[in-house]
């Protein structure tokens, strides 16, 4: 969830929510192969192009091809025009790829509406690939209502608080175990100013369903508030809402980085690299990055669990995962790649050709059992595995909800919705609105979802 993808119209996604299929809506922009796919010993993947994809890409002629005699013809575009494609393509079942990148968010969605292959029965015919290796989260998020898995993980992440250790030694501060939001209000005032120029907390203040809304939902949840309650009426005008709304504005109003407003999670990276603020509360495989080689703060961080109130845990779940589509004409060549591509065989190789930095991690028990990753990710492997593995999905707060997610609400209109109220609250954070404001023009926006919703 580091970057906001293009939104569908509402309308496409209500009759997606609804299980009707988009044949009609989309073939006046539809420019695929006309229902042609893969044949043969061939199959087509639909992929994002961040670094661990573009290196899986380099490393499957040579191993997965040359192992299986399978060729893999990869389409590989930004976040947001990979999700465009793979929403036509599968809306349409056009049958055009076999496998595509889906995360956590779209996977229910869609084997709801029958876009997906079901993948228990070929798990059942590989014990090689371990499912029970596969961390528990991540395996319910990837689970639809029928209770059949239609996704398998590719790398996964949850969220946790960085914080800079030098400079809470020299300000002789100290970071609880297990820290609560007032706490770290309480640490970002000390911090703030420890050093010429720095602030004390970066928080993502730039609008969009994948970038605000994200870290500010996991606050919501455990501050007691919700979306929607488990009969759908939207609670965005509720105390508890509010109250953590408020606080998140607040905090990063008072102590937060320059342009908060326009700050989403590469400019947080950026002021971590650049010392310009003493903490950070964001995705796990931020840790990765700021840990790297030639990072000016390798070694100068240390990490703490997201903080919470009300709740025993708050962080969110995300994963990019593969599915294959149900119109494919090579579901078990698509899953001889989605199994290799998701296996404890391929870190291995990514391990030892690339660098252990380098392995899709945050998906596997055993990952975390291997010294070589334990040494190369020493400093944070093992919170961010208790963060994944603390992730409640299917129930991140103190009431029930009517559908799964943590940082986002596992329905179509979502991405939509929560994109609009993070205008509001970014707005808020900039000084154009008070936060009740916001929040009243954010609950009119849930209540049309509510009405659609409300019986079901």
Not at 236 to 257: I, M, N, Q, W
Not at 263 to 283: I, P
Not at 378 to 397: H, K, L, V, W
Request: charged residues 20%; hydrophobic residues 35%; proline residues 6%.
């Amino acid at each position: 969830m580091r970057t906001p993808s293009r939104r569908r119209p509402r309308a496409t996604l209500a009759m997606a929510a609804a299980g009707t299929l988009l044949a009609p809506l989309l073939s006046g922009c539809w420019a695929g192969a006309g229902g042609t796919g893969s044949g043969g010993d061939s199959i087509n993947v639909l992929m994002v192009n961040n670094p661990q994809m573009t290196e899986l890409q380099k490393l499957t002629a040579a191993h997965f091809t040359k192992e299986t005699g399978i060729k893999v013809n990869f389409t590989v575009l930004p976040e947001n025009d990979v999700r465009d494609k793979i929403s036509q393509d599968f809306a349409n079942q056009a049958g055009q790829y076999d496998v595509a990148t889906l995360s956590n968010y779209e996977i229910p969605i869609y084997a709801r509406n029958s876009w997906l292959h079901e993948m228990d029965s070929y798990v059942a015919k590989d014990p090689s690939y371990d499912e029970n290796d596969v961390l528990k989260p991540m395996r319910q998020s990837l689970t639809a209502d029928d209770g059949k898995l239609y996704g398998q993980p590719f790398y996964g992440e949850s969220s946790f608080l960085m914080y800079r250790k030098d400079v809470f030694a020299a300000k002789g501060l100290t970071m609880p175990a297990h820290p609560t939001w007032q706490q770290v209000a309480g640490l970002a005032a000390k911090a703030d100013g420890a050093r010429p120029g720095m602030k004390g907390i970066c928080l993502r203040g730039l609008p969009g369903w994948g970038e605000l809304t994200a870290p500010l939902t996991t606050v919501v949840n455990t501050f007691g508030g919700t979306w929607f309650d488990k009969s759908w009426k939207a609670h965005l005008d509720s105390p508890e809402f509010e109250k953590a709304t408020k606080f998140y504005v607040d905090l990063v109003r008072a102590h937060g980085e320059s342009g908060a407003a326009q700050s989403g999670f590469a400019e947080c990276l950026n002021d971590m690299t650049q010392g310009k603020v003493a903490m950070w509360y964001d995705a796990t495989s931020a840790a990765g990055l700021l840990e790297a080689a030639g990072s000016p703060v390798k070694g100068r961080l240390a990490y703490a669990p997201a903080p919470v109130e009300k709740t025993s845990s708050s962080g969110w779940l995300y994963t990019w995962a593969w599915g294959i589509q149900k119109a494919s004409r090579n579901p078990d060549k698509a899953w001889k790649f989605v199994s290799w591509a998701s296996s404890k065989g391929y870190e291995q190789l990514v391990g030892k050709t690339s660098g252990w930095p380098d392995v899709p991690a945050g998906k596997r028990a055993s990952t975390y059992q291997n010294a070589d990753y334990r040494a190369s990710a020493a400093s944070f492997q093992e919170m961010t595995r208790q963060a994944i593995e603390s992730a409640r999905p299917n129930d991140p707060g103190v009431q029930p909800r009517p559908a799964p997610g943590i940082q986002f609400v596992g329905i179509p209109e979502f991405t939509d919705l929560g994109t609009k109220v993070s205008q509001e609250i970014s707005a808020a954070i900039a000084g154009r609105q008070s936060v009740g404001s916001a929040l009243k023009k954010s609950q009119q926006l849930a209540e049309k979802i509510s009405k659609e919703y409300e019986g079901r």
